[in-house]
């Protein structure tokens, strides 16, 4: 091929390379922002930036067509830097996206998370017992429901104590182990149902904990108060080799033999994992294992045995199966509504307005409901350890910034805290998310507003403080002094949108969690990158190896510091020397406060 571009005629050879770089240009995939309809977005944001809020929500009728309901869950974007032009052109984006295809092909059990050639079927962990879903050729649902059924069989023995600890005590505490997807979800979830008065009565004075950090004061936090005789503790781990996880497994299993001898530990320890080969060596009873599926990601693994089992444990199966029917219900809108009535696909183009066209690369989660207080630590993990990528889905360096910074608090915490910058400093666009019904009612008497009431206000009234402001021309008007009239102006003109739920129980939550799954996999498909894979993190790990075996090194055989830079061997040596005082031989006395 190439002799023959040499020989051609001048004109022929451009024609000829330009065929060739088109072919490659077409077999790496084009990108996104090389498409006819990002191009006319970018076009779009000069118009939008003529635009102010408090002028677009005098439109009533665009208003009206930015609001949508399904299954109870009620979504406002009115708020949103958008006129019904912008919706339009972004729908049309998602065609030139594939959007459609990308999801059928989820759905589908294709291997979408290509880099590691596996299916993404987060969605089979919830599907009913009559669905069929395919994965390598076969129908996974049955595998699913096997796990669950077993859950629900084994979490029944020990919550009505026909399965007991070593010395004969009904298991009434549980410690889960996992770092990442397998802690950051099932916390979420836990915490939302924690005060839901169905799931409370149901977990009657039971106890749940997750143990994540590798911290030696976490494991002392963890076990404070509790008995190992009526302890149960599951250890999650796919491969059961995670080094946090495995360290924190071996802790606590010190902890139970320590106390109640080796024999107890069968009895103790269950694990999720995969690697039945390591669970038996490790003393856990192979048939106490639960398993997961290489189609299931960390952080999309709430659904699974992962989440499942100890909230199972804590709350009893019946809760947790109105869990997964709440993400099934999202799981039926996002596959089958029109994109204009599709809440995940909405919020998903939404943000990649947002990110890629308004150049807001920041969101806030903000719940106004103490019980979603782990909704934006989830979420961040969902949401920027599947989209922080550089590459697109076939390699190509993106010429553009791929995902978000996501963080958030409840309301009303975080207007005593970092409101201040998102309605004075910079521009941060905000999820509002309020609950019509309060899992715990209180009105005092001599109360003007019932306390949920006084809550929801502070709900209400934020979105429209951040899109209208408050014009210098306003505070004179109210005689404020001069001097502090630009300090007390609020430029205006900054998105949120508004998600109203009817209640936070262990449906919607369950809902909840797949809005933003989905929503987060819609932006990855339009930005054409792979959102399940996760190489980033894998840098840090190895490095960690190379420390470990310094440590190990040095204290044990005295050697000093080598292979690093300047700046890590000096860290490394002051630590070193200034811990000369640790014991250097193991000792099994265990943490306490
Ligand atoms: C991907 O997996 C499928 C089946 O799971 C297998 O047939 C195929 O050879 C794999 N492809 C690569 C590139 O490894
Ligand atoms: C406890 O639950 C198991 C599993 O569902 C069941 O087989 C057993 O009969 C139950 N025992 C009692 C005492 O309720
Ligand atoms: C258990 O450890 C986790 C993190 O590893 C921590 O977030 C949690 O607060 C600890 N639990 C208790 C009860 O202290
Ligand atoms: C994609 O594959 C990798 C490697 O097996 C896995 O770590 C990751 O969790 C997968 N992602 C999903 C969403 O299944
Ligand atoms: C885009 O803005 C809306 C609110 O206007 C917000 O809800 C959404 O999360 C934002 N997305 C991003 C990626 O910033
Ligand atoms: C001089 C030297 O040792 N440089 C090392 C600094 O740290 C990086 C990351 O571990 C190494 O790649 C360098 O070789």
Not at 14 to 34: C, E
Not at 74 to 79: G, I, P
Request: hydrophobic content about 40%; charged content about 20%; proline content about 5%.
């Amino acid at each position: 091929m190439p002799r023959r571009i040499i020989s051609a005629k001048p004109k022929l050879r451009l024609i000829i390379i330009f065929f060739i770089i088109h072919l490659h240009h077409l077999q790496m995939g084009t990108l996104i922002s090389d498409t006819a309809s990002w191009k006319n977005l970018k076009d779009h944001v000069g118009e939008i930036d003529k635009t102010h809020l408090c002028d677009l929500m005098t439109d009533t009728d665009r208003c009206k067509s930015m609001m949508l309901e399904f299954d109870g869950i009620f979504l406002d974007y009115s708020r949103q830097r958008t006129t019904v032009d912008t919706m339009s052109k972004l729908l049309t984006l998602a065609k030139e996206a594939r959007l459609k295809q990308k999801i059928d092909s989820m759905f589908n059990g294709e291997h979408i998370n290509s880099t590691e050639n596996r299916s993404v079927l987060h969605v089979a962990l919830r599907a009913s017992k009559d669905t069929t879903i395919n994965g390598d050729g076969k129908n996974v649902v049955p595998d699913v429901w096997q796990v669950l059924d077993k859950i629900q069989e084994f979490s029944d023995k020990v919550r009505n104590g026909s399965w007991v600890g070593a010395t004969g005590k009904v298991l009434t505490n549980v410690i889960a182990i996992g770092i990442g997807g397998s802690f950051l979800g099932p916390l979420f979830v836990h915490t939302a149902l924690q005060t839901d008065p169905a799931a409370s009565k149901s977990a009657g004075g039971r106890q749940l904990r997750f143990l994540a950090n590798v911290d030696p004061v976490d494991v002392a936090r963890n076990i404070s108060g509790l008995n190992p005789e009526t302890t149960l503790v599951v250890v999650v781990s796919k491969t059961f080799t995670t080094a946090e996880t495995m360290l924190n497994a071996r802790t606590l299993r010190e902890w139970i033999s320590s106390a109640l001898g080796p024999q107890a530990v069968s009895k103790h320890m269950v694990a999720v994992s995969t690697n039945l080969k390591l669970v038996e060596k490790f003393g856990i009873d192979p048939n106490n294992a639960f398993a997961f599926w290489d189609w299931v990601g960390g952080r999309y693994s709430v659904c699974s045995a992962v989440g499942v089992l100890p909230l199972s444990l804590q709350y009893g199966f019946p809760v947790v199966e109105k869990f997964l029917e709440g993400a099934r219900s999202i799981d039926q809108h996002f596959h089958s509504a029109p994109f204009e009535n599709n809440i995940p696909v909405l919020l998903g183009l939404l943000s990649v307005w947002n990110v890629s066209f308004l150049g807001y690369p920041a969101r806030a989660i903000l719940p106004y409901t103490q019980a979603l207080e782990k909704l934006a630590p989830h979420i961040q993990q969902v949401s920027m350890e599947s989209n922080g990528k550089g590459v697109s889905i076939d390699g190509v360096r993106l010429p553009f910034e791929a995902g978000e910074i996501d963080f958030g608090e409840p309301g009303t915490n975080g207007q005593h805290s970092f409101y201040q910058l998102i309605h004075q400093g910079r521009v941060i666009p905000c999820d509002f998310i309020g609950i019509v019904k309060s899992q715990q009612p209180v009105y005092l008497r001599d109360e003007v507003v019932n306390n949920h009431d006084e809550l929801m206000s502070n709900f209400f009234a934020q979105p429209d403080a951040l899109a209208y402001g408050k014009t210098p021309e306003q505070l004179q008007s109210e005689n404020i002094a001069p001097h502090l009239v630009p300090h007390k102006t609020f430029t205006g003109n900054r998105p949120s949108l508004s998600l109203l739920l009817p209640s936070l129980d262990a449906y919607r939550i369950g809902q909840l969690l797949a809005i933003y799954e989905h929503r987060i996999a819609v932006e990855g498909f339009i930005w054409g990158i792979n959102s399940f894979d996760q190489w980033g993190v894998e840098l840090g790990k190895s490095l960690a190896s190379q420390v470990r075996r310094q440590l190990h090194a040095s204290r044990k055989k005295g050697e000093s510091v080598q292979g690093f830079n300047f700046s890590t061997t000096k860290l490394l040596t002051r630590y070193l020397e200034a811990s000369a005082d640790v014991p250097s031989e193991p000792t099994t006395l265990l943490p306490k406060i």
